[in-house]
């Protein structure tokens, strides 16, 4: 019974306040109560509002990049105002701090990215010059790789904010993860989900992790049965390659590995922003050896693309 959080107090789950954010934390919480059979007030979802929500005006980059819409999550972690956080495994760093941990996974929902516009089928059926909107780097220049005519434009928001843009027209399509819109019941917005041979995803794209106390027992107890070991393994080998690249946190990269039984294939890039520059590679070995894979294939890349590459 020592796992059983209604002996004692509520498990609290941390997490952001958007709609998808709160998705991903209402479905930990049912895997949890299904797992452990315990009943919803066996836990407590509590909603963080980070700096990342609050300013929605300006670029990413400019308010602290990478990792600003999780650190104050994972300071009320560390602080033990809430017991476990719930994150998309995409936008977490790929260091945790001191006394925090991600071991478990909840089992991954569509890499791919979705191709969205209320005038065009897909990419290939865009005409010259036409406005899309993204803000992500790896969207930005693998669009611009395959088609340097299109127009870009800076997309910031929730999925809601972005379709409400492309319905005023500030561009005529984007770029969404269908692991978000399948969460949300939105997948109907998708006009095509987009082959990862023709778009690579990000590293993690897809996969939720949950982020505990190293040191909090009763929270490894109930985290064990819902982990899903093979999107465990996969996020391993895609975020060692991410980790090897890292320090050049401009640089677009995308990476996916996949399982076939025990076999697990890697594939990675990295490209110049304007997309002029696409450098590709790929492993195939055991599992076990999925993270020396993920090192191995980023040292590649980088010894491809030379120290120029990244300005
Ligand atoms: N960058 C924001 C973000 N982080 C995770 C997802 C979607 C869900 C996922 O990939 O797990 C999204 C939105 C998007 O890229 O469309």
Redesign the pocket.
């Known amino acids: 019974m020592m796992d059983m959080p209604t002996s004692q107090s509520p498990l609290r789950i941390g997490t952001r306040g958007s709609a998808?954010a709160l998705a991903q934390a209402h479905e930990t919480r049912a895997r949890l109560m299904a797992a452990h059979d315990l009943p919803a007030l066996a836990f407590e979802i509590v909603v963080i509002k980070t700096t990342g929500d609050r300013v929605t005006d300006r670029p990413l980059k400019e308010i602290g990049g990478k990792g600003l819409f999780t650190r104050e999550i994972e300071e009320a972690l560390t602080e033990g105002a809430i017991d476990i956080a719930v994150h998309?495994?995409?936008?977490m760093p790929t260091l945790q701090p001191d006394g925090l941990l991600i071991d478990c996974f909840l089992p991954r929902?569509d890499v791919r990215d979705a191709f969205v516009s209320p005038h065009f089928a897909s990419i290939a059926n865009l005409p010259a010059g036409t406005v899309v909107g993204s803000s992500?780097l790896r969207r930005r220049a693998q669009l611009a790789h395959r088609r340097p005519d299109l127009q870009l434009v800076e997309f910031r928001g929730n999925?809601q904010t972005r379709l409400k843009k492309l319905d005023e027209g500030v561009a005529a399509a984007t770029?969404?993860?269908m692991?978000?819109l399948r969460?949300l019941d939105m997948a109907h917005v998708a006009r095509s989900a987009i082959d990862p041979e023709e778009m690579l995803p990000?590293v993690a794209?897809?996969?939720?992790g949950v982020e505990r106390r190293a040191a909090d027992d009763r929270a490894a107890a109930l985290l064990h049965r819902i982990n899903d070991v093979e999107t465990g393994q996969r996020i391993a080998a895609e975020r060692a390659f991410l980790t090897r690249l890292d320090g050049s946190c401009q640089t677009p990269i995308a990476g996916l590995a996949e399982l076939d039984g025990t076999r697990l294939v890697l594939r990675g890039e990295i490209l110049s922003p304007d997309g002029a520059v696409v450098i590709a590679g790929r492993r195939e070995g055991s599992v076990a050896e999925g993270a020396a894979m993920g090192r191995d294939l980023a040292e590649e890349l980088l010894g491809k693309a030379g120290p120029g590459f990244f300005g």
């Open positions: 998808l998309s495994m995409k936008d929902e992500s999925v770029f969404l993860a692991a978000g969460r990000a794209q897809g996969a939720i």
